[in-house]
């Protein structure tokens, strides 16, 4: 494993290059993306990745300690809640549409239905994050790389309603991630607009910030902060008011406009380098601050940066 030092000042990070690795296994190499990641109360960091099984858990030194979740050949979207004190998944996958509720374990809860033709916006469908809301328990689905529509679910997987992005900035183009932050507000990643777009609990318009990301792919949240991956390329800190505050790993092989060819699949002996990231999918705060990166490319990276 190899460390370096990356940010300044408050936002000083030691990076753990391969803290931790996908099995290999032929899946694993032929795919094996990075998509999603969490941390468990008891410690242990949670992939969600592209390989079989699907659903893969690290102890806090990124040994692999358990797996499961053999059906998700398309596993992107991974989000943690906690009901009544006990933790659940939320996992998206975008090959199956598949959105379903399961325990830690595995043990499946509930299975969201796709929208019906009359309810799903511009005629696709193919999801790529689920929210709940903590405050009543409704899902809240993102349809990225569908037709971009968010639905609205309740806790028992009814249908309720949709956003189209209409209701503010303008139409969501790429609704790739979403996350409800400690303000009980929305968060949507409108990757495809290199926007923020903030919602209310019940799907109302709050505000929008079309200059702070170029690509973001999802948030989590901590001690104020709101923790963007980006997808071309790096890793940002914002405030409450979505002005960026820090920026980590972004690396100058990879813009919005520039990229190498077959980006993000690229030569990683030449371009996969400690302190610079390739292409930022997933990213989540430890409960002390650290942050942990997985990214979009073939054979999977996971990334811990350690708050120094």
Same mark, same amino acid.
């Given at each position: 494993?190899?460390?370096?030092? /990356?940010?300044?000042?408050?936002?000083?990070?030691?990076?753990?290059?391969?803290?931790?690795k996908?099995?290999d296994?032929?899946?694993?190499?032929?795919n094996?993306?990075?998509?999603?990641?969490?941390?468990?109360?008891?410690?242990?960091?949670v992939?969600?990745?592209?390989?079989?099984?699907?659903?893969?858990?690290?102890?806090?030194?990124?040994?692999?300690?358990?797996?499961?979740?053999?059906?998700?050949t398309g596993?992107?979207?991974?989000e943690?809640?906690? +009901?009544?004190?006990? +933790?659940?998944?939320?996992?998206?996958?975008?090959?199956? %549409?598949?959105?379903?509720?399961?325990?830690?374990?595995?043990?499946?809860?509930?299975?969201?239905?796709?929208? @019906?033709?009359e309810?799903?916006?511009?005629?696709r469908?193919? &999801?790529t994050?689920?929210?709940v809301? &903590?405050?009543?328990?409704? /899902?809240?689905?993102?349809?990225?790389?569908g037709g971009?529509?968010?639905?609205?679910?309740?806790?028992?997987? @009814?249908?309720?309603?949709?956003?189209?992005?209409?209701?503010?900035? #303008?139409?969501?183009?790429?609704?790739?991630?979403?996350?409800?932050?400690?303000? #009980?507000?929305l968060?949507?990643?409108?990757?495809?607009?290199?926007?923020?777009?903030?919602?209310? #609990? +019940?799907g109302?318009?709050?505000?929008?910030?079309?200059?702070?990301?170029?690509?973001?792919c999802g948030? $989590?949240?901590? $001690?104020?902060l709101?923790?963007?991956? +980006?997808?071309f390329?790096?890793?940002?800190l914002?405030?409450?008011?979505?002005?960026?505050?820090?920026?980590?790993?972004?690396?100058?092989?990879?813009?919005?406009?520039?990229?190498p060819?077959?980006?993000?699949?690229? $030569?990683r002996a030449?371009?996969?380098?400690?302190?610079?990231?390739?292409?930022?999918?997933?990213? %989540?705060?430890?409960?002390n601050?650290?942050?942990?990166?997985?990214?979009?490319?073939?054979?999977?990276?996971?990334?811990?940066?350690?708050? /120094?």
């Amino acid at each position: 494993m190899t460390t370096t030092q /990356i940010g300044s000042g408050e936002f000083t990070y030691r990076w753990h290059e391969d803290w931790a690795k996908i099995p290999d296994t032929p899946p694993g190499r032929n795919n094996g993306r990075t998509h999603g990641v969490g941390v468990l109360d008891d410690g242990r960091v949670v992939v969600f990745a592209q390989t079989v099984p699907g659903v893969l858990f690290y102890n806090a030194q990124g040994q692999l300690m358990d797996s499961w979740g053999d059906r998700f050949t398309g596993a992107h979207g991974l989000e943690i809640v906690k +009901e009544d004190g006990i +933790e659940y998944f939320w996992l998206v996958d975008q090959n199956s %549409c598949e959105v379903c509720k399961t325990t830690v374990d595995g043990e499946l809860v509930l299975r969201l239905s796709p929208p @019906t033709d009359e309810n799903m916006f511009n005629g696709r469908y193919m &999801p790529t994050w689920a929210a709940v809301n &903590p405050a009543n328990g409704d /899902i809240w689905v993102a349809d990225g790389y569908g037709g971009s529509g968010v639905y609205r679910h309740a806790s028992d997987g @009814t249908y309720l309603g949709r956003l189209t992005g209409e209701e503010g900035a #303008g139409e969501f183009k790429c609704s790739h991630g979403l996350k409800f932050g400690p303000d #009980g507000n929305l968060y949507i990643a409108d990757r495809g607009n290199h926007r923020v777009t903030v919602y209310d #609990g +019940e799907g109302r318009y709050l505000r929008h910030n079309d200059d702070a990301t170029h690509s973001p792919c999802g948030f $989590d949240f901590f $001690d104020g902060l709101i923790l963007v991956p +980006e997808l071309f390329t790096g890793v940002k800190l914002l405030s409450h008011d979505l002005d960026v505050v820090a920026e980590l790993g972004a690396s100058p092989d990879v813009t919005p406009d520039t990229k190498p060819e077959g980006w993000p699949q690229v $030569d990683r002996a030449a371009l996969i380098k400690p302190g610079r990231f390739n292409s930022p999918h997933g990213a %989540c705060f430890g409960p002390n601050g650290d942050i942990y990166v997985v990214e979009w490319i073939v054979g999977g990276r996971i990334t811990k940066l350690e708050k /120094i």
